[in-house]
Nanobody, 124 residues
Framework: QVQLVESGGGLVQAGGSLRLSCTAAGRTFSINIMAWFRQAPGQEREFVANINFIGTRTTYVDSVKGRFTITRDNARNTLALQMKSLKPEDTAVYYC?????????????????WGQGTQVTVSS
């Protein structure tokens, strides 16, 4: 099993920045792809960004391109999401996800492990 714990959420004004972190523990050797998803109240969980094992490939949902950056540090078993120019519509619970697949995917089913989520609230 793999345990994922997110941190770094909070309340920020529109235009501000936040950095989310996710730390993995347990059978971390089984992890290949990692991702961030988010879920706003009353909405479906949405893909935000993902990254391959060695960090050379990333993909983003169009609404965050140019504003969010996903990175990982395999030596520390951590995943990060640097968010800038935040907008009220970025308000959501953000989830870290990890999967054993080697193929990047924006689908939630590709990820075997999930964190509990961290709240990000952007005020206008």
């Amino acid at each position: 099993q793999v345990q994922l714990v997110e941190s770094g959420g909070g309340l920020v004004q529109a235009g501000g920045s936040l950095r989310l972190s996710c730390t993995a523990a347990g059978r971390t050797f089984s992890i290949n792809i990692m991702a961030w998803f988010r879920q706003a109240p009353g909405q479906e969980r949405e893909f935000v960004a993902n990254i391959n094992f060695i960090g050379t490939r990333t993909t983003y949902v169009d609404s965050v391109k140019g504003r969010f950056t996903i990175t990982r540090d395999n030596a520390r078993n951590t995943l990060a999401l640097q968010m800038k120019s935040l907008k009220p519509e970025d308000t959501a619970v953000y989830y870290c996800a990890a999967g054993s697949s080697q193929m990047l995917s924006s689908g939630a089913s590709a990820y075997d492990y999930w964190g509990q989520g961290t709240q990000v609230t952007v005020s206008s």
